[in-house]
């Protein structure tokens, strides 16, 4: 499985992976999907949001137990980083068929659809939309760089954008979803272990900052006459830096836009955009909040305006208590298998509101990710699935 999906949307300079929603690449790994399921006589089918449905046994059947994660990517990103979830998952189906193990209940694998909001800007498209927490008028006009509006991409890739929304009686018929996930961080390499199990997800959120000063001439304009909105910018991102170690939490200015963008012109506006996280909801809108202040405030001096817009956020998620100590006891016990809160947004994290929710993380042995280099071991991704069957095993065939 590896072999075919390797190539696709590979950036053949960085090796880094370009696979963002409706675009070729990505149905490239949506071919793949579809093959994968037909080469196991799954059950294929799309659902109203564009996410990949294999079921094996009756989908109407109820308290189905679902398994499965992303082939999207971010710019630039890694090899394992979603695709190991859904490789896993197919994986884990072939181990168990291989150990004869007879589901009791539905079994299905699920390529949720842009996980990563690359695109499009909003995280977890796929699974919002199904869970009623995107609404279709909203997802219909987000624009990627070029001005494409979702809408106008799914259409493209064959998909109807009249049809994205809520899904809640696919939701009902799920008993159980375990996402497997690469780990996005050191803690199980720290630990010694190859697979943990997830135990919560941080609160998380992206914010627009619109710093907007004046254009003039670089070589004309007196230091004391300008109001250029990089140096706000560039003050911000480092308060940001600060505030967040003194938080114990994370923030990052990963992505600016600056107008008009030329080498001899003071910018007239420079945009940033803030990721943030945090253990808990009142510390991240607390170190939310001071970056803001810090920006206004330098803002000020610099005779810059500053505005924020918060354009997505997601609240903290702990993971259904009993099905996560139900997969701890079902890899060994709380003795054998770690569980581990993580910083990284993921699909399970938006259906554990609708459904019993759960995660199995794998090694990461520097804990890179969204990054080229992102990596896993062979060992560690055979002993994921190894895992993931056993889960398998216990919530759906016993
Ligand atoms: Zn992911």
Redesign the pocket.
């Known amino acids: 499985m590896w072999r075919d999906l390797l190539p696709v949307g590979r950036d053949s300079g960085t090796g880094g992976y370009r696979r963002y929603a409706w675009t070729p690449a990505d149905a490239d790994c949506r071919a793949w999907f579809r093959d994968q399921a037909a080469a196991r006589a799954l059950t294929y089918e799309v659902d109203r949001n564009g996410n990949q449905w294999a079921w094996l046994g009756d989908p109407a059947a109820g308290d189905a137990v679902v398994t499965g994660?992303?082939l999207d990517s971010v710019p630039d990103g890694g090899a394992f980083?979603?695709p190991l979830?859904v490789i896993s998952s197919f994986a884990a189906l072939d181990e168990l068929r291989a150990r004869g193990a007879t589901p009791t209940r539905p079994l299905a694998i699920v390529n949720f659809t842009d996980?990563?909001g690359a695109r499009f800007g909003v995280a977890c498209a796929g699974s919002r939309l199904t869970a009623g927490r995107l609404t279709p008028e909203h997802a219909r006009q987000l624009r990627d760089a070029d001005g494409v509006t979702l809408a106008a991409a799914m259409e493209k890739a064959g998909q109807d954008p009249e049809a994205i929304g809520a899904d809640p009686e696919r939701l009902a018929r799920i008993g159980a979803f375990v996402e497997l996930?690469?780990e996005?961080g050191r803690a199980l390499d720290l630990s010694g272990d190859a697979v943990g199990v997830a135990s919560a997800i941080w609160p998380h959120g992206r914010w627009r900052f619109d710093f907007a000063g004046e254009a003039n001439h670089a070589g004309t304009t007196r230091l004391d006459d300008r109001r250029d909105p990089m140096l706000t910018y560039a003050n911000t991102v480092l308060a940001a830096r600060k505030k967040a170690r003194l938080a114990g939490a994370l923030a990052t200015f990963g992505k600016v836009a600056v107008e008009p963008n030329g080498v001899n012109a003071i910018a007239s506006l420079v945009r940033g955009w803030l990721d943030s996280r945090a253990a808990d909801e009142a510390t991240l809108a607390d170190l939310v909040a001071a970056i803001e202040q810090a920006a206004t405030e330098r803002g000020a001096r610099d005779g810059v305006a500053v505005t924020v817009v918060r354009e997505s956020f997601t609240p903290v998620v702990e993971f259904a208590h009993d099905l996560r100590d139900r997969l701890t006891a079902l890899l060994g016990g709380a003795a054998t298998v770690p569980v581990l809160p993580t910083g990284?947004g993921?699909?399970a994290g938006i259906l554990a509101a609708a459904v019993p929710t759960a995660m199995l993380f794998v090694r990461n042995p520097t804990g890179v990710s969204h990054s080229p280099a992102e990596s896993a071991a062979e060992d560690d991704c055979v002993a994921g699935v190894t895992a993931l069957a056993d889960v398998l095993e216990g919530l759906a065939c016993s």
């Open positions: 994660s992303h980083d979603g979830g996980e990563e996930h690469v996005q990284a993921h699909d």
